[in-house]
């Protein structure tokens, strides 16, 4: 009968090795007074050493991964076996300087001669290896492992069981014993293999890229110009009261400004004064030849010099035009604002522009009927609509809106009150005066009024009054002064004219008023038309008085070197002094 | 008007035309708003871990039609390059064109795709290109070292495009 011998079988190993999950247990980098780290994969290659060699359970080189790292005396799991079994990751624990860790098999007895299972568990196969680390490196303030040796023992002993059985190894002993040396290492660090990543690996222009708006730039504002701005651009209230700077704001930067304001002042007054010269002395000297050329294409011309007036229109259709006329001219006004709509703002402007058109020609007809009545001379009048005046709204509304001119020229002669009867030139001059001066006075008067209601407009929540006041007052003062300021040029057919005649100092000191508050207030205000440029406003200003200079020395010009060849001696005594002609005054408005 | 007189006078009011010409004033550029849009603009592009701080825009340029101004964003811990155009400064909107004025690598997508690309024993080595975020450009190369253990090897990763792929070479 043969012995059952003891073979090596490891089929039924017992949890020396058990799966877990995580393998090389990631530790907080460590400073140098920390414990060293094992790191990377390393090969640990096993040479014999002594003891029975008749077996020979694990390989000869393992390969064990610590991933990111296994302090050294601490429990960790590491990647790879010994190959004693199947297992795919090794548990070390903690042993003397370095790592320890052990295996356990459970060894059937196999019939050498059939190869019959004759015992299960006849004998136990057990394993300890020990690993210490033999070099450590400090890199950055932390202390690697470069290299480890150690020893593993394993020992095989026939269990009672087997002994019963018989059981032996293949040399006949029932207990085996053997060492081996460990000597393990890290794996080299390889170079990466070129390659290319097929998505983008940051932050790429897809994402970055993009295109937005911001407020538009603005001049320094004052808290009140930054309410103005906010509440123009929610909406909530027109530009034309909105771009007017308050009276405060105003009085504050008169120092800082004067220079500019001065000279502006200065070259306009120039552009005012000699033009009209030009054009008044040409006229005057041909006037005559100016008539003549005039009614070849008038159909219908006035009588004679001193002739009475035509015959007046019916009342109703004299007040139907001007109503119409006026409307027509508060519509061109509420396009002075970019945000002219169906909305509560426009609502209000337009309202505000009706009334202040109203005011302006009761103002000019009551300055007109009072001084005549006081002086009295005849002040019957009657109401006398313009409505070519309307071509001259539009082209105001153009240059505004083309300028970006905020709140823009408020201007056209619509019409006003007709008095009957004719005024010496001198009294004509001191009428034109006193109707300048209610004009300038209301116009003041209603930026004084204006700071509050505009303080108030520029609230969250205006109500609609508040919304029609603030454009009532900041129209009066915008169409008072800008209408001022058109009046006044000493042009032949305008009271500027009638106010020059009657005295230099007059008419100087009005037009320096109104020239200074003009360019001041609103053609340079301190934080510009809410803030916006005021070069393009101001140029187009400027070059409108130019042209005004260059079309007088045309007219000039053509007479000057066009001599009538009709053998008509010399130049002409001029016209009447009385010649009846539309004055305009502040308002927009006319009266003779 | 007499024939001396002319010339003066045109002279004159040449003269006052040159001198008033520049009166009116312009609003300049805002720098502050401009900064203040490109970071808000850049909030999102970048990840949840990055911190979007300040933008400079240097120097204050004129403002005119067409501007572009050349600025920084703060990215975490970089300084990240940007072009702005500016078209319509008059207006009361001015719009903006934001471009990246670089190629910017998010420093983790760099670490991974070099990591990627070593052996699978070495998937736990370490990775490092610097900052969070790195500034470069199309053609420049990034250094990265990669380690395991007390082993270091230098790494140069090779900008592709401007979507910023990259390669090792």
Known sequence: ?592 | MTARGWPRLLAGAALGVVLVSGCGEDPGLDTAAVESYLAGSQAAAYGADAHVGRAHCPGRPALREGMILRCTLAVSDASVPYRLTLHKVHSTKVTVHVALDAVVLRSADVQDFVRKQLPKAFAEAAVACGADYLVTDVGKTVECTVSSGAQARPVSVKVEDAEGRISIT
């Open chain 1, 1 to 592: 009968m043969r012995q059952p011998v003891l073979v090596l079988a490891r089929a039924a190993m017992l949890g020396a090795f058990a799966s877990v999950a995580l393998v090389g247990a990631v530790v907080a980098p460590a400073g140098a007074a920390d414990p060293p780290h094992v790191q990377g994969p390393w090969t640990v290659t096993v040479t014999f050493e002594g003891g029975d060699s008749s077996f020979d359970f694990v390989d000869d080189e393992w390969h064990f991964s610590f991933g990111a790292g296994c302090a050294v005396g601490a429990a960790c799991t590491v990647d790879g076996g010994t190959g004693a079994d199947e297992s795919t990751s090794t548990a070390l624990q903690p042993g003397g300087q370095g790592f320890r860790f052990t295996n356990h098999l459970d060894l059937d007895c196999f019939d050498t001669v059939t190869g019959e299972l004759r015992t299960v568990h006849g004998a136990d196969y057990d394993m300890v290896a020990t690993l210490v680390p033999s070099k450590v490196e400090a890199v950055d303030g932390v202390s690697y492992v470069t290299a480890m040796s150690g020893r593993l023992v394993e020992d095989i002993v026939v269990n009672p069981k087997g002994l019963a059985d018989n059981c032996s190894g293949t040399n006949g002993a029932t207990k085996e014993h053997r060492t081996s040396k460990l000597a393990a290492t890290p794996n080299q660090l390889p170079a990466p293999p070129a390659g290319t990543s097929s998505g983008p690996a940051g932050v790429g222009p897809a994402s970055t890229d993009t295109s937005g708006t911001i407020p538009g730039f603005t001049l320094p504002l004052d808290d009140e110009a930054v309410r103005s701005a906010a509440a123009v651009d929610a909406g909530r209230r027109s530009s034309v009261p909105g771009a007017v700077t308050v009276p405060s704001e105003s009085v504050r930067t008169i120092t800082d400004r004067l220079p500019q304001d001065l000279l502006l002042v200065a070259v306009l007054g120039l552009l005012m004064v000699f033009p009209a010269q030009i054009f008044n002395s040409t006229y005057e000297e041909n006037h005559e030849r100016i008539a003549r050329f005039a009614g070849r294409f008038r159909r219908r011309r006035r009588s004679e010099e001193g002739a009475a007036p035509a015959a007046v229109p019916g009342r109703f259709r004299r007040v139907a035009v001007f109503v119409v006329s006026a409307g027509l001219g508060t519509v061109l006004g509420g396009l002075l604002d970019p945000g002219f709509g169906a909305n509560r703002a426009t609502a209000a402007l337009l309202i505000g522009v009706f009334v202040a058109l109203l005011v302006a020609v009761a103002i000019a007809t009551l300055s007109g009927w009072t001084f005549r009545t006081a002086r009295h001379r005849p002040h019957s009048w009657y109401l006398r609509a313009i409505p070519s005046g309307l071509v001259v709204a539009v082209a105001c509304v153009l240059v505004s809106r083309l300028t970006d001119f905020a709140p823009g020229y408020l201007y056209g002669i619509l019409g006003g009150a007709v008095f009957a009867g004719i005024l010496e030139k001198r009294t004509e001059g001191r009428a034109e005066t006193v109707t300048l001066i209610a004009g300038l006075l209301v116009a003041l008067g209603a930026w004084i009024a204006f700071e509050p209601v505009a303080h108030a407009a520029n609230a969250a929540h205006p109500n609609l009054g508040v919304l029609v006041a603030d454009s009532l007052l900041g129209c009066l003062f915008i169409g008072g002064i800008e209408g001022m300021l058109f009046s006044l040029i000493p042009l032949r057919f305008l009271p500027g004219h009638r106010v020059r005649q009657w005295g230099w100092v007059p008419w100087v000191l009005l037009t320096a008023l109104t020239l200074y508050v003009f360019v001041h207030v609103l053609l340079m205000p301190s934080a510009g038309y809410l803030g916006r440029s005021t070069s393009a406003s101001t140029n187009v200003t400027i070059a409108l008085f130019g042209a005004f200079g260059v079309l007088s020395m045309v007219f000039w010009a053509w007479f000057r070197f066009r001599p009538e060849k009709t053998g008509i001696p010399g130049p002409s005594a001029g016209p009447s002094d009385h010649e009846v002609v539309p004055v305009a005054v502040p308002g927009s408005m006319v009266a003779s």
